[in-house]
């Protein structure tokens, strides 16, 4: 039925778009310098606004249909891909804490082991100087002590991800404190980028059209633009 009525509609659709090239083409070559030339332009906007209403009335009625229908297929769409994704939902912190506890676990024995090295080079070293130093060898004993220990390090490999599956880091910030991150901006702080302050413009507007000339807050300016409008009713 879509197809039916995009097929029945493409006529008029033809001759819109060939009225809406004639419409621009005369706006393009349209100059305003004297009263003529401004009546010319206002007749010529009234008929661009009469050529919005004609297209909305032919095609308000395909829009609406096909917006329907999209919106149908995109919710069936969604109602199929849910299970899959209530699935994602349910596994992915399971298996992020999994691994992440694999690695605490893992680190908490590469810990321990190095210790364990360093614990024992250290005493492999005293038991070496004390040997020498029995040994009447006080210069070597002395030289044995105030050397470099020399540590193994000790590093265990990572627990393989699953087949398939892999990890990926996602670093991310939180603003726990606004003013302070503004007042770190303002000073110039390293690190602290303009950028991360985002103006807004939806509340600064709408305190611009409420207050007009009385707006006055600073690093802003209230601006007033003239904008045609069609006056018939």
């Known amino acids: 039925m879509e197809i039916n009525l995009a097929v029945q509609l493409e006529p008029e659709f ?39 209403k004609i297209v909305g009335v032919i095609s308000d009625g395909f829009v609406k249909d096909a917006h329907a229908n999209w919106k149908k297929a995109v919710a069936r769409r969604e109602g199929l891909e849910q299970p899959a994704d209530r699935v994602i939902a349910i596994l992915n912190p399971r298996l992020a804490a ?21 614990k024992k080079a250290e005493e492999e070293k005293l038991e070496e100087a004390v040997a020498a130093e029995q040994m009447g060898q ?7 002590m105030e050397a470099p220990t020399f540590i193994p390090t000790i590093v265990i490999p990572k627990a393989a991800a ?12 939180e603003v726990t404190d606004l003013m302070s991150l503004v007042k770190a901006v303002a000073a110039g702080q390293p690190g602290a980028s303009i950028s991360f302050l985002e103006a807004n413009m939806a509340s ?17 300016k209230v601006v007033c633009k ?3 409008k069609d006056g018939r009713r």
């Open 14 to 52: 033809e001759k819109l778009e060939r009225a809406g090239v004639v419409l621009v083409k005369e706006a393009e070559e349209l100059q305003i310098s004297d009263a003529g030339a401004e009546a010319r332009a206002a007749a010529l906007f009234l008929r661009a606004k009469d050529h919005k």
């Open 98 to 118: 999994f691994h992440e506890e694999k690695e605490r676990a893992r680190r908490q024995e590469e810990f321990r082991l190095q210790e364990e090295a360093r």
């Open 138 to 144: 006080a210069d070597v004993a002395e030289n044995i």
């Open 204 to 220: 600064i507007n709408g305190q611009a059209r409420s207050l007009k000339t009385g707006f006055n807050i600073p690093g802003c």
């Open 226 to 228: 003239k904008v045609p």
């Open 162 to 173: 699953p087949d398939g599956v892999s990890y990926q880091d996602y670093w991310s910030a």
